[in-house]
């Protein structure tokens, strides 16, 4: 039976602004399952992105808390959060943010070396045999094309074996082709490895491919979509 791996609850998120306090985010509580895909859907400016920065502690909310991996995030100083992110959690974004000075192989290692992994080259090099680029381990991310940039991307976020991964518009900068292509790769990774995947996303047909879907407007959830 499937384990809660990603609550929120009454999260909100108040900023200071010029013309005073800024609600972004009102209220909202979810939870998620092991191996469960969710999409955060809305228009630009509707607390997506903050929602996200939330759920994988990459800021603290003004109230409610996250509870990730068994971890209440709001109760962790910035180094104990940013230890929760490392045993825990991938990323992937719409900018890819690989090191420009490293190749493809070396872009997916970091992380297994940063962990003392004994095994970061082998294990790398199959991931990236896995998601197609067995003929590019040595190239550079400017010799990639975006699509295969994301996919070494992908490659790095799945290596840590995440129990969740978070992607912010990870098609948003590839044509449709090769964002179906991407979107296919990410949930059979999510599939074969049982990773929770929390996207967001303006792409309709890749929100509808999650088991769920949140509809943010305004800093509000207006719409809960399940099978």
């Known amino acids: 039976m499937s384990s809660s791996i990603l609550t929120a609850r009454n999260l909100s998120k108040v900023v200071s602004s010029a013309e005073g306090k800024l609600t972004i985010l009102h209220d909202l509580s979810l939870e998620l399952n092991a191996g469960s895909s969710l999409a ?17 502690g990459l800021d603290l909310p003004s109230s409610g808390n996250v509870i990730l991996a068994g971890n209440d995030l709001s109760s962790l100083d910035e180094d104990q959060r940013a230890k929760v992110r490392a045993e825990h959690v991938g990323f ?4 890819f943010q690989l090191l420009d000075s490293l190749n493809a192989l070396e872009n997916v290692m970091l992380p297994l070396e940063l962990e003392g992994r004994k095994d970061a ?12 680029l067995a003929q590019r381990l040595t190239h550079f991310p400017r010799q990639l094309s975006g699509g295969e940039q994301q996919r070494v991307a992908i490659a ?11 992607a912010d518009e990870p098609t948003g900068n590839l044509d449709s082709k090769t964002g179906e292509h ?5 949930f059979e990774l999510n599939k074969e490895r049982g990773t929770t995947l929390v996207l967001v996303t303006h792409d309709e047909r890749l929100a509808h491919r999650c088991q769920r879907q949140i509809r943010l407007e305004g800093g509000h959830l207006i719409a809960h979509v399940e099978p």
């Open 40 to 56: 955060i859907v809305g228009s630009s400016g509707s607390g997506k992105s903050t929602l996200l920065g939330l759920l994988a």
């Open 92 to 95: 992937v974004f719409q900018s």
């Open 121 to 132: 080259r082998e294990c790398a090099r199959a991931l990236l045999e896995r998601v197609g």
């Open 156 to 166: 790095r976020a799945f290596a840590a074996e995440p129990a969740v991964l978070f």
């Open 182 to 186: 991407i979107s296919d790769l990410l």
